[in-house]
């Protein structure tokens, strides 16, 4: 008998079925997913700011642009106390944010149904969210998207709640780390009206519409998480 026979044969049983422990493996034998692989290296980073961050009491998390949904996935299964809301820009996202939440029917009570929300149009219809979340967006998009994103927060936070805004972002008018200039470049190149977006400018820009500027957290990879409060707690 060759080595090769005697090795233990790849089952289906032996494949992890928690789609959160291998995203990348799981959506691979699943094509309808889209996996989006930076979610798998930043999503505990951030999900520890967030439980610093969020109300440790019962509390409501209205996400934009959440892209594949795998952060909210994993935000919900590891922060019991959320309720999150996911949301994309168009109607092809959202089913494809469904497509992961189906994979996950233990998350269903409080990862509700993804919904339609195009950041740069402002206001958004629901109701109050304790927190409104958002990564790697003021970028990837025209600066109208950014000032609408704080539009809509401030048009749908609760007093008192946080507006999260998670990405790269320049500071003092330089890049933050060196691959964060090549970063910007390679974004520019492709679309003029997208880079990474000056700090200051979104506190400015979030004080102009009542929100108040908390400490911002430092992120691995060069990366923040800025922090914005609506009016007193
Ligand atoms: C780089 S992806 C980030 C996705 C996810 N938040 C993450 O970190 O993996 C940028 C996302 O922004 C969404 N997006 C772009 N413009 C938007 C807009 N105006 N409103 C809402 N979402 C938008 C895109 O559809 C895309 O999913």
Redesign the pocket.
Known sequence: MSLKRMEPAMTSHSLPTDPLEDPAAFAARHPRLRH?P??SRNREPIREALADLLPERPCTVLE?????G??ALWMARHLPQVTWTP????AE?VAAIGEWLAHCPDLADRVRPPVL????RPPWQGEPADAVF????TH??PWS?TL?LIAGAASRLARGGILLIYGPFNESGSFTGPGNAAFDASLRKQDPDWGLRDREAIDAAAMARGLSVEARRVMPADNRLLVYRCGAS
């Open positions: 989006a930076a979610t934009i642009a959440s892209g594949s795998e952060h949301s994309e820009a168009t996202g929300i195009d950041a740069a958002v990564a790697n967006l990837i998009a998207a609408g």
